[in-house]
């Protein structure tokens, strides 16, 4: 029982992250402190100027690549974000502990969480690594592809433990919904790194000193990756609306798989619209990290409906 509950906080950790890590990103706050795993030297960063050594400026022109005047607001949301991290290690730990009481049923669980913790370890290094490469794009791409492998492992550790308390309706015609989950799957993802190729041309377009402050014009600056992301969500909103009319069709009663096709599709409509709004209005900051947000909880759910359509064959259990 305890698995299974450390688990779900564990998720909810785990989007947390990346919901506190859009919103660095969408701030500007990646540099916010520049060393790591302290800032400006400090476990518990400065809020204010006169905190730091007098010559702090000297000190961390290198790392903060010009912007040496120190700003409070960044560097705390860095920081809290840093912190978000820690707690979510240390939560992915718990998990991989509680996990010893399945030692007898369900062995596999141990060696998921394990791998749960090698993933998180490494993708905090990388992050230590995108801070010292100065937020270099293809290593924020990497975190990202890393961060969505984390989250499928643990949802597929998460599920298969509540495989034994939980009963999914029964469907027929499986190959053909497994087909087109699986394609929704590999093309959403594709979509998500298509994005942050959007977000890494928007980086390039802050860093012009004409116009990267004016966000009406970032839009337009915008190369063909930002045409394909915008164009391809249509595409992947009429697959998810395909998909649930074939579920319709071969399902016998309307229990959980059923309700989290539905909360998919309706994520998948908001995720859209949220987008438009970042297209049509400027790119606004706090809409940013909603949008990536929405698309990692929406792949999370592709990925446990999935499992979960599959559950007599997923979550077979070897305790030999």
Known sequence: MWFRKLGLVTIVSIYLLVLAGGIVRSTGSGMGCPDWPKCFG?????????????????????????????????????????????????VVFGVFVASFSYR???KKL????????????ANAALGKFVVDSFLKP???????LLAILVVFVLLYSIARAWSEVIET?????????????????????????IGTQVREAIDKIIANPIFGYDRST???????????HRSFSLVLLGLHVYLIIQLKKNIQAEGILYKFFKA????????????????????????????LTLAIVALGLQFVILLLLNSEKVFQKETA
């Open 104 to 106: 007898k049923r369900d």
């Open 138 to 144: 293809g290593v924020v791409t990497a975190h990202m």
């Open 218 to 228: 970032w839009i337009e600056q915008l190369g063909l990756s930002f045409y394909i």
């Open 264 to 291: 998919l599709v309706l994520l998948v409509i908001v995720e859209i619209v949220s987008g438009a709004v970042m297209a049509y209005f400027s790119v606004p900051a706090y809409i940013q990290p909603v949008h």
């Open 42 to 90: 400090m476990w518990v960063p400065p809020t204010e100027v006169s905190q730091l050594p007098p010559n702090y400026q000297e000190i961390y022109a290198e790392k903060l690549h010009g912007e040496v005047e120190f700003n409070s607001v960044k560097t705390w949301i860095e920081y809290v974000n840093r912190l978000v991290g820690a707690f979510t290690g240390i």
């Open 110 to 121: 141990i060696f998921l969480s394990f791998l749960s913790v090698i993933l998180i370890g």
């Open 169 to 193: 309706e029964k469907v027929t015609n499986k190959p053909t919904l497994n087909k087109i989950l699986l394609l929704l799957l590999i093309l959403s993802t594709a979509q998500v790194l």
